[in-house]
């Protein structure tokens, strides 16, 4: 007996999923999940931990289900225009709405400013190995907020990337893609023309080179979780050692183990801070995989593109 549709297990294309969701096809909605499930949960923890956010299970599955509510609104699938282009318009909802869960929890002062400090980790780049100037010297600073100057420096060393030869641009947003999400779909439309292969191959090694640089960025997340913790930890000893202080109580053995255990406490903090790990960057050998570039013309390129950008902000060229 004949059922409506083929239920085996077939690859279909996203133009033809995204056809049979609209129709409200059990079969649609079952293959577009298979297919990007996986997908859905990379972005998201990216995103995350792009915004140095440390979410919980809760805030990831608020992130996952606004994803999914978003996707079982037929109008939205109705205005892809491009069915080919569906994998980057859902990474785009996947980032969206992480930002908007992030912004909306870290609305106290102190979360605000991490926020703003860790926003512009990518600025703090050398530019070059055999210089102390960094992305952030070529961007003009005013007393503003941090928020706000986060978000011009960002803004301004796009348009200086722009500004750049393609050559040189590109290897320099592939570095900087941890940091920032700076490769448009253009940009990986012409990667994949020069190298004669799908757009789709681009992304998939984008894809995974990014899902290495966050296994390894789990050591970073990782520090940065016992530097709070410790901080937190000698705040709350200081605490006790002041009442105690204060205290008409004489207890100063009490007072006096306290105070060895501050000193003890906030000199395993300043080991770890003296251990503060790198950003995590690409290497040139993955850059180069993905352009079909020798690891030695990345790092030409790479060379020349920080020269340029030193050059443009010297002679104040226009971008």
Known sequence: METGHDTRDVVMQDAD?????????????????????TFIDRQIIRTFTMDFYSYGDDDYEQVKNDVIDTLLVVENLQKIKNPERFK???????????????????SIKSSAEESARQATLSLHMPLDSDSSSTLE??????????????????HR????????????????KLYLIFCDDLM?????????????????????????????????????ICHEGALRVLSSYI????????????S??????????????????????????AAQPKPIVPSNRQIGEILGL?????????????????????QKVPV
């Open 157 to 172: 060393v796009k348009l200086i990337l722009a500004s750049l030869d393609w050559i040189y641009r590109i290897p320099m």
């Open 17 to 37: 999923i995204i056809q049979l969701c609209i129709r409200g096809d059990s079969l649609g909605w079952k293959n577009l999940f298979e297919k990007y499930n």
């Open 184 to 220: 448009s779909p253009e940009d990986i439309d012409r990667i994949a023309g020069e190298r004669n292969v799908p757009a789709a191959e681009v992304m998939k090694q984008i894809d995974g080179m990014i899902d290495r640089m966050l296994r390894k960025h789990e050591k970073n």
């Open 294 to 314: 020798k690891e030695e013309t990345v790092a030409t390129r790479l060379f020349r593109a920080r020269k340029l950008i030193q050059h443009a902000e010297k």
């Open 137 to 154: 010297d070529i961007v003009p600073s005013e007393d503003r907020s941090q928020d706000e100057a986060a978000l011009e420096h960002a």
């Open 235 to 246: 705040a709350r000893l200081k605490s006790r050692l002041f009442y105690a202080q204060q």
């Open 248 to 273: 008409t109580a004489d207890d100063s053995g009490s007072v006096g183990k306290t105070e060895q255990l501050v000193r003890q406490k906030e000199q395993k903090l300043a080991e770890l801070l």
């Open 88 to 106: 980057q318009w859902l990474a785009r909802i996947c980032r969206n709405k992480t930002h908007d869960l992030v912004r909306k929890h870290k």
